[in-house]
């Protein structure tokens, strides 16, 4: 249900892509601020902002679209954080709360909060919710919808402001959640940043087998292999700048995998069925767990199966 | 439509787990075989398989399931192929086609060739279609529409045995692609035990970080890792088996894979933005050709998110 008076005056949304859209239509449906101000670098994306009626109005300028905002949502890949924050700082409002979406939070708190004025309060923020589309035409309002949003504030950040940005996603449908940044990032790494990159690497290592032409690839690729196409053909800026800017992480992560895949590698060799009987019956259980979590559906194939009506 | 006919008198399933019960379903719907004997080792499957009424009679014994059987189709772990051929060998009727639905090709022919006895037609295959349920229940009769059946005969098969075999599959919704059974393990290798392995991999690495409880990776699971979770719930017996029996093919597409792990990397510990982002960007066009295919949905997030109405 709407919210009977807005949360907030106004909001601004620098940048405009399936989260910054996704909030502008959410943002709407719940009646969560007055006025939403939208920015972005691109003269086409904003054009085409304007086209959807994402905002009540556009600049190119991400400091024209900040002034007097009562919360500015920065949604921009996590490499171009710190420039941002340094084109709106002169512009904010004593007061503002100031947030952003990036992928990890480490980097982004060191980008953005020596940049800000003291006078704001800045609580970063990660929705855990995406889908394998970008651009403002990929957004809808139920993206956040029975997903959790983890926040990093830093120390000696002020609680209210931390209040205000948790009641803000709850508006939007979240789950929230506060934890420490580091921490985060070391999460991430696992459950986000190593499966992207692993779906990144299978296909680009299927795209280059001499012996099996990339028809063959497309044309049975329902035996496993279409899995991992949805996360690879996610925005590569946004995660070039994730593999960046988690750099540590990501590469204590792949050094893991590595060291399993290795394992799983001499056991094969071996001949070893006992042993792979083992591995491949203890990952069956965790997938009931993330569907009763309510993180996935429970339709075989993810529901893409046409099924009978008899059956 | 259901053939005005049936296409054979009697219909042997031996198995009757997701591949089994799925035929068994689609033959009745489309009138394909005028009787279906059931058999299976599980005494506890064969009564399930009873009480969902897949057949017209169900035994303990292969053997007595093949009896005069037209059509023999072997569904069962590739590990088993060659026992259940031995015992089912002394009852064959002359002129019987049998065939298998296995993962693997080259050992599934090493195993069941020499059992068989002359006057029978052996001609192997491999339904490109399955989900990650197991057993008689989880069968439907649409799980080969618009998929790809892979038939590997051995040189020397009879030309009208295959014919009919692939006017079988096309009776059951799928297309036919005749292949060599080497090419056919590697091509399967690579599109379907290679993803296979890396999500059992994947779990199995998420479920041990010690760092990150097993709670969280459940619960931020959307951000990505759910993905392969799907795959890693797959049967394990029947992917111990694939593992040990196209081991060499297997083998090399899992160091393939490797190598260009070990350069992912790589690009990433040198901070090597347009590498990553060059890599990250050829991916992105075959998830658009495996959807052209109609090897896959367009929906975003494989059609699990709730869209609105009104975007």
Same mark, same amino acid.
């Given at each position: 249900?709407?919210?009977?008076?807005?949360?907030?005056?106004?909001?601004?949304?620098?940048?405009?892509?399936? +989260?910054?859209?996704?909030?502008?239509?959410?943002? #709407? =449906?719940?009646? +969560?601020?007055?006025?939403? !101000?939208?920015? *972005?670098?691109?003269?086409?994306?904003?054009? =085409?902002?304007?086209?959807?009626?994402?905002?009540?109005?556009?600049? %190119?300028?991400? &400091?024209?679209?900040?002034?007097?905002?009562?919360?500015? $949502?920065?949604?921009?890949?996590?490499?171009? &954080?710190?420039?941002?924050?340094?084109?709106?700082?002169?512009?904010?409002?004593?007061?503002?709360?100031?947030?952003?979406?990036?992928? *990890?939070?480490?980097?982004? +708190?060191? /980008?953005? /909060?020596?940049?800000?004025?003291?006078?704001?309060?800045? $609580?970063?923020?990660?929705?855990?919710?995406?889908?394998?589309?970008?651009?403002?035409?990929?957004?809808?309002?139920?993206? !956040?919808?029975?997903?959790?949003?983890?926040?990093?504030?830093?120390?000696?950040?002020?609680?209210?402001?931390?209040?205000?940005?948790?009641?803000?996603?709850?508006?939007?449908?979240?789950?929230?959640?506060?934890?420490? %940044?580091?921490?985060?990032?070391?999460?991430?790494?696992?459950?986000?940043?190593?499966?992207?990159?692993?779906?990144?690497?299978? $296909?680009?290592?299927?795209?280059?087998?001499?012996?099996?032409?990339? %028809?063959?690839?497309?044309?049975?690729?329902?035996?496993?292999?279409?899995?991992?196409?949805?996360?690879?053909?996610?925005?590569?800026?946004?995660?070039?700048?994730?593999?960046?800017?988690?750099?540590?992480?990501?590469?204590?992560?792949?050094?893991?995998?590595?060291?399993?895949?290795?394992?799983?590698? %001499?056991?094969?060799? =071996?001949?070893?069925?006992?042993?792979?009987?083992?591995?491949?019956?203890?990952? #069956?259980?965790?997938?009931?767990?993330?569907?009763?979590?309510? /993180?996935?559906?429970?339709?075989?194939?993810?529901?893409?199966?046409?099924?009978?009506?008899?059956?």
């Amino acid at each position: 249900m709407p919210l009977s008076q807005p949360m907030f005056d106004r909001v601004a949304l620098i940048g405009i892509g399936l +989260i910054g859209s996704s909030l502008a239509r959410v943002m #709407r =449906r719940e009646n +969560i601020a007055r006025e939403i !101000f939208i920015s *972005t670098r691109s003269k086409d994306t904003l054009e =085409r902002a304007r086209q959807l009626e994402l905002g009540d109005a556009y600049f %190119a300028m991400a &400091s024209e679209a900040a002034k007097d905002a009562d919360l500015v $949502v920065i949604s921009v890949p996590v490499g171009a &954080s710190g420039s941002v924050a340094k084109a709106i700082a002169p512009n904010l409002k004593s007061g503002a709360i100031v947030t952003d979406v990036g992928s *990890t939070k480490t980097s982004v +708190i060191a /980008q953005i /909060q020596p940049e800000l004025p003291e006078n704001v309060h800045f $609580v970063p923020g990660h929705p855990i919710a995406g889908t394998e589309y970008s651009g403002p035409d990929s957004g809808f309002a139920a993206l !956040f919808e029975d997903r959790w949003c983890i926040l990093t504030p830093p120390d000696g950040t002020d609680e209210n402001a931390v209040k205000m940005l948790a009641n803000f996603w709850h508006a939007c449908g979240s789950d929230v959640e506060l934890m420490d %940044a580091a921490h985060h990032d070391q999460v991430l790494a696992l459950v986000s940043h190593l499966p992207q990159l692993i779906s990144y690497n299978i $296909v680009a290592t299927a795209s280059d087998f001499e012996d099996v032409s990339k %028809a063959e690839v497309i044309k049975y690729s329902a035996s496993g292999f279409r899995d991992f196409t949805r996360l690879a053909s996610s925005d590569p800026t946004m995660w070039r700048d994730v593999c960046l800017h988690n750099k540590e992480a990501v590469l204590e992560m792949l050094a893991r995998f590595s060291e399993d895949l290795s394992s799983l590698r %001499a056991s094969i060799r =071996r001949g070893d069925g006992d042993s792979l009987f083992d591995l491949f019956s203890k990952t #069956r259980s965790i997938r009931r767990s993330i569907i009763e979590a309510g /993180q996935d559906i429970d339709a075989p194939n993810f529901g893409r199966t046409p099924m009978d009506e008899e059956d």
